[in-house]
Every structure is written in C-alpha cells, then in structure tokens.
C-alpha cells in the first residue's frame, strides 16, 4: 500500500463529494431524522465503493464508446430529480402538526433504501465525479491505483457516516416546524437546481 497515493485518493475522494447535492440532502434529512442512518450511509458508501472501482479499471470509456449514454442520464436524473424536489416541497407546506409528529411520517427501511439507490445511481453527477473524473487522475499513479482507490473510498466511507450521525446531533434545532420547513424547502432547491442543469446541459 502506497500511503502517499491513498491520501492523495482519500483528500480527492473527499473533495468531489463534500458538496451540498442530491445525495448528500439525503443523508442529511435521513440523519436529522435519526432513521435508517446506518443502512442509508451504508449503501451510500458502498455504492461509491463501487462506482470508484469501475473507474479506476477504465469503465468511463464506455460514456466516449456510447455517446447517447450522457444525454440519456441527465434527461433520466433530472426527471428523478425534479420528482424528489416536489416531494420536499410538499413536505415543506405541510402542518405543524404532520411536520413535528414522530419527526416525519417513517417510510419504511426497504423504500427508504430505494429512494437512495435511485438518488445515487439516476444522478449522472455522480457518475462524473466518482468514475470519470477519479477514474482519470487514478491513471496518473501507474502501478497504485489500488492505493489510490482505497483512499477514495475510505474518504467517501468516513464522509457519509460523519454527515448521517453529525446530523443527529442537529436534531434540537429541528424539533422546530420551521426549521424543517427551511430544510424541505432548501432540499427542493438544490433538487430542482441540480434538474436544471442536467436537463439544461444534456
């Protein structure tokens, strides 16, 4: 293991997932709810697991192989992504009452867990990010690229699990209506924006 290489992925990996996006409002709701925060970090996490290593083994070639694939992902996303930001917006215009009941109406482990495997895998930023862009500085450390890989994702692995459990201790600000408020209508933006651009730039 090439220690120098693996920083160099970890602070890498760190830096394109830090951004407030999709995914990451995710977690930060799910966290600040204190439901499913394992499972949800979890998969997020394996997820770029497995997104890292199809760049670092060279997958991003198929997006020069099969033009229509780039196109095709931002129409996708920014629908799925739209969708989502109507669902926030709706959340954010509810009650008092349905708002601070049980801190939001509980949607089960197995949908939960959908909606983030179809937040993560439908968002073609991700793809960008995590296989092409970490997939190309990984070929710049010929011979290390496993090193660097492991240190991508055990950035991506400490950053979901920081964002899902630090949000728990946000939970005394959020016993407030409005803060969720601010919250679902925040997310909606971010949704909607990220929607835009896709659709703006397919």
Known sequence: MNMAVFFSGLLMGLSLIVAIGAQNAFVLRQGLRNRHVFWVCLTCALSDLVLIIAGVTSFGKIAALLPWVSPAMHYI??????????????AALRSNAALMAAQGEDEGLKKTLIACLAITWLNPHVYLDT????????????????????????????????????????????????????????????????????????
């Open 131 to 202: 296989v092409v862009l970490l997939g190309t500085i990984s070929t710049g450390f010929k011979g290390a690229e496993v090193s660097f890989a492991a240190g991508a994702v055990t950035g991506s692995f400490l950053f979901f699990f920081a964002l899902g459990y630090g949000a728990i201790l946000l939970q005394p600000v959020f016993a407030k209506a409005s803060a969720w408020r601010a919250l679902d209508g925040s997310i909606t933006l971010v949704m909607w924006g990220i929607a835009a651009k896709l659709v703006a730039g397919a």
């Open 77 to 90: 996303g920014g629908a799925f992504l739209f969708w989502y930001g109507f669902k926030s917006l709706r």
